[in-house]
């Protein structure tokens, strides 16, 4: 972690009058600091974005974005910064779409909830809004599109799939496929992916149900969904899908019975890739997908071994008899083609 060269912070001091600082409010006084919360609350992914946009953490000495956040705001994580900057980027388009600025109804929460739609929440809201004249009418639209969306979302993962669809969805694969990674198995993925704004393509998750999904979101990334249980077979992926897609890297972890086939139709689409694997013949099944890559293909190697859960949310199962390895393609610095992880023992 970098730190400044000098401390230059000005004093900033938020004015309290100490001697009624602990008397009761006024209605009237608790209404105008109930306000001038809100709007500071509610600023602070526009001061954030313009920090980033304007490289603040370059100007005060900081090598990275994540340091100058860190040391700054007092433990801000890093994703926690890339929250508010995705909410900035949400209201800046719907307020475009919309005619007028939003922020009034664009909560952090609902943007992050909204962010993977954000397109056809943007023409809703534009379709819903032509025509209306009145702010406050313009603002109860765009608030009833978010709520549609993500009560549809909501509902969406109540209608998640039943095991017997989830095993019938394992496609060219078995049962025995279904297999959650945990968040631990995610986390040395962080040290090899370039920071965001990156789109993740995780191709074989359910959002709601997957660790990757969280993690890489909780990150600051931005990540698209699919699975055969929600009707998307990855081997009808082609290249011009995936183009149109519009997604920088695809992660996932593969099921295990097809994942000779599922290397080779991922170096076949020519995105870059890292899947979570076991090691166990790996020379033997990966040999000749990993050999088309080239020298772009590479291994971030693990120092634990992985322990996997069948049900979403329970406790991996025991001691795996394999470790596993995430398999990557145009993923490692140049140069390198093998990476080393550390698995933390918690995440
Ligand atoms: C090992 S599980 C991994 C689940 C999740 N990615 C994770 O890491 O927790 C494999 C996943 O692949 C999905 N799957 C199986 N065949 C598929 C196919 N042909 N296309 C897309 N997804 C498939 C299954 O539905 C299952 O969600």
Known sequence: MTTPPTSTRAAVSTHVDTDSACAPLSFEAARHLTDAIRITVSALHVLVHRAYVGK????????????????????????RSYQLLGQHEVI?????????????????????????????????????????TDRDQVLTVVAEVLNVTRRADADSLNRMPSMAQLRASQGRGTSSDLWYTPRTAVAPLLGILPPPPLRVWAHADVRGRSHIVDVLEEAGYE???????????????????????????????PPYSVRRLWLSHLVDLGIPFAVLVPETGVGEWAFAPLRAAGAEAGMLLLNRRIAYSQRWDAKPLGNPPFSSGWICRGMLPPGQQLVFGEVPASF
């Open 92 to 132: 800046a388009v719907l307020s475009e779409a919309a005619g007028t600025d939003v922020s009034d109804v664009v909560t952090e929460k609902a943007a992050r909830d909204i962010k993977h739609r954000l397109d056809l929440v943007a023409t809703e809201v534009a379709e819903h809004s032509t025509g209306l």
């Open 223 to 253: 990540v698209v969904c699919s699975d055969l249980s929600t009707g998307q077979d990855f081997f009808s992926f082609t290249r011009a899908d995936v183009e149109a897609m519009e997604v920088d890297v695809a992660i996932t972890n």
């Open 56 to 79: 603040a953490h370059l100007a005060l000495g900081y090598g990275r974005w994540a340091d100058y956040v860190g040391s700054e705001f007092d433990g801000m994580s890093r994703a």
